[in-house]
């Protein structure tokens, strides 16, 4: 999905009830196509739906575990509020 030049992926229904009662931020997000591309081909590798919100949600999660980075209040990669993905 484009919106004003922004590439944005839409977030299923679990994704959007696993966030209800967290405030969230938006944010333009401007990468090269061919990183969308690639997030795309692994997406595709991946069993079930994923989307690119949520592809990309946890790789931020995954770099903030790795730099010792947390926050008891974010979920780890692959968890919502204790629950997997």
């Not at 401007?30 to 692994?42: C, N, S, T, Y």
């Not at 730099?67 to 008891?72: A, K, L, T």
């Amino acid at each position: 999905m484009s919106h004003d030049g922004a590439i944005m992926a839409h977030m299923g229904p679990a994704a959007a009830k696993s966030h209800a009662n967290q405030p969230l931020e938006r944010i333009n997000l401007r990468l090269p196509a061919e990183i969308f591309r690639a997030i795309d081909a692994d997406r595709a590798r991946r069993a079930g739906i994923v989307s690119r919100n949520t592809w990309i949600t946890e790789a931020i999660q995954e770099k903030l575990l790795r730099e010792g980075v947390s926050n008891d209040k974010q979920p780890r990669a692959g968890e919502s509020n204790g629950r997997l993905l």
